[in-house]
C-alpha cells in the first residue's frame, strides 16, 4: 500500500510495523532551523495534540538530549536539491534534515500529514 503524502516524495523506503509515541519527547530545531521551522514545527505540535494525545515541546537546540522526539537541521551540504529534505523516522526519534527553510517546511508538512 502506498501512503498519500503532500508534498509527494521522491523516494519512499517503507518498514512494516507501528511507532506509538512517548509523552515526553520535544520537537528541536538546531541554528537555522529556528528562523525557518518554528511555525512549521507548532504545526506538527498541534497534529499531534490533536491525533495522537501527546504535546511535545518545541525549542531551540541547546545540546543533545535523551527526550528528543524530533530533531530538525538545515544543512545544504547533506541535501543537494533545493526545497529538499531527507526524513527518517526510527525507535527513538524523527530526523528531519532540510536543505534550506522550504526543505524544512515541507518535511514538517509531510509528518503533518501522517
Not at 505540535?45 to 491525533?51: F, P
Not at 544543512?75 to 531527507?86: C, I, L, N, S, T
Not at 526510527?90 to 517546511?105: M, N, Q, T, W
Amino acid at each position: 500500500m502506498k501512503p498519500i503524502l503532500a508534498p509527494v516524495p521522491q523516494q519512499i523506503a517503507l518498514h512494516t510495523g507501528t511507532r506509538t509515541l512517548p509523552r515526553d519527547r520535544t520537537i528541536v530545531l538546531f541554528e537555522d532551523a529556528v528562523a525557518h521551522g518554528t511555525l512549521a514545527a507548532h504545526t506538527l505540535q498541534a497534529a499531534l495534540e490533536r491525533y495522537a494525545g501527546v504535546r511535545w515541546e518545541v525549542r531551540a537546540a541547546s545540546g543533545l538530549a535523551e527526550l528528543e522526539g524530533v530533531v530538525a537541521v538545515i544543512d545544504a551540504k547533506a541535501v543537494k536539491q533545493r526545497e529538499g529534505y531527507h526524513l527518517t523516522i526510527g525507535e527513538e526519534r524523527i530526523a528531519i534534515v532540510a536543505r534550506d527553510g522550504a526543505g524544512l517546511y515541507y518535511a514538517f508538512a509531510t509528518l503533518t500529514n501522517c
